[in-house]
C-alpha cells in the first residue's frame, strides 16, 4: 500500500515538473517576467482607465480583483496548452500508452502552474500594497493567501476542460482565449456582478472564480473566516466539478481513441 501511494506521488510530481519544464525551458528570464508581470500589469492599466471613462472611480477594485486573476490565467492557459499540446507535438500516443495510472498523468499538470500562478498573485499584492498605500494591518493574511491558492486550484478546472476539449479540436486554444475574455466580465473582477444582468449575474455563480474573488474582497475589508467559509465551501466544490468533469472527458477520448485510432492525427 504504501509502496503504491509512493508510486503516485513520484509520477504526480514528476508529471508537473516535465509538463511545467516543457512549456518554459524554451523561455529567457525576459520573457518569462514579461508574461507574468508585464501583460497582466498593462491590461490593469487598460481596465483602470476604461473605468474611470464609465464613471468607475475606485481603482483598486480593479486592480485587486485583476491580480486574483493572474493564477487563474495561469491555470487556465499553461493547462490547457500542457494538455492539448500532446496532440500537436505527436506525443499523445506516448501518454495514452503509457501504464502509469491516468489520475497522477492527467492532474499533475496543473501543480507547477499553479504553484506559479500563487507566487505571481502574491509578488503582485505586495506591489500594489506598495503603490497604493494599502492598509493590510487588519487583514488575516493567511486567510488571505490560502484564499489565492485556492482560485489557482478551482480554476485549474478550467484548464482541465478545455485541455481535454482541445485533445479533439484544432480551435481549443480560439475557445479558451474567448472564454478567458468573458471571466473579466463575469466573475466580478473589474466591477461587482450584481450589475450583471439576471442571467448572467446567475451563470456566474456556475464559474469558478466568483465566490473566491468575493471572499478574498472581504478578507481585504477586514472580514473573519466566519464571513467567508460558506464562499469558499462553494468555491471549491465548483472548482472540483470542473476538474472531475475535465477528467471524465479526458478518459472517454482515450476510450474512443482506442476504437478509431485517430486522436493523434491533425
Do not use: C
Not at 500589469?41 to 486574483?68: A, S
Not at 490547457?80 to 505527436?90: C, K, M, N, V, Y
Not at 498523468?105 to 504553484?115: E, M, S
Not at 484548464?159 to 479558451?176: V, Y
Amino acid at each position: 500500500m504504501i509502496k503504491r501511494v509512493v508510486r503516485l506521488v513520484r509520477l504526480y510530481f514528476a508529471q508537473a515538473w516535465l509538463s511545467y519544464h516543457g512549456r518554459f525551458a524554451i523561455t529567457n528570464p525576459f520573457g518569462y517576467i514579461t508574461s507574468k508581470i508585464g501583460f497582466p500589469f498593462f491590461l490593469m492599466i487598460f481596465f483602470i482607465f476604461m473605468g474611470k471613462f464609465v464613471g468607475f472611480n475606485d481603482p483598486l477594485y480593479i486592480v485587486i480583483g485583476n491580480i486574483l486573476l493572474i493564477p487563474a490565467n495561469n491555470g487556465m492557459a499553461g493547462i490547457t496548452l500542457a494538455i492539448g499540446d500532446e496532440r500537436q507535438w505527436g506525443t499523445l500516443s506516448y501518454v495514452l500508452g503509457s501504464p502509469a495510472p491516468r489520475g497522477p498523468l492527467f492532474v499533475g499538470r496543473a501543480w507547477f502552474y499553479i504553484l506559479d500562478g500563487f507566487v505571481t498573485a502574491l509578488v503582485g499584492f505586495v506591489i500594489v500594497a506598495g503603490i497604493f498605500h494599502m492598509d493590510l494591518s487588519q487583514v488575516n493574511l493567511i486567510l488571505l493567501m490560502l484564499v489565492a491558492l485556492l482560485i489557482a486550484i478551482t480554476s485549474s478546472g478550467i484548464g482541465f476542460l478545455f485541455g481535454s476539449i482541445a485533445l479533439l479540436s484544432r480551435d481549443g486554444w480560439t475557445i479558451l482565449s474567448t472564454f478567458i475574455s468573458a471571466l473579466y466580465i463575469m466573475v466580478g473582477v473589474n466591477f461587482p456582478i450584481e450589475a450583471l444582468p439576471g442571467v448572467l449575474s446567475k451563470i456566474s455563480y456556475g464559474l469558478p472564480l466568483t465566490r473566491g474573488v468575493m471572499a478574498a474582497r472581504l478578507l481585504l475589508n477586514g472580514a473573519a473566516w466566519s464571513d467567508i467559509s460558506s464562499l469558499v465551501a462553494g468555491e471549491a466544490l465548483v472548482g472540483g466539478i470542473y476538474i472531475l468533469i475535465g477528467y471524465v472527458i479526458f478518459l472517454i477520448i482515450e476510450k474512443r481513441s482506442t476504437i478509431s485510432g485517430t486522436l493523434d492525427a491533425m
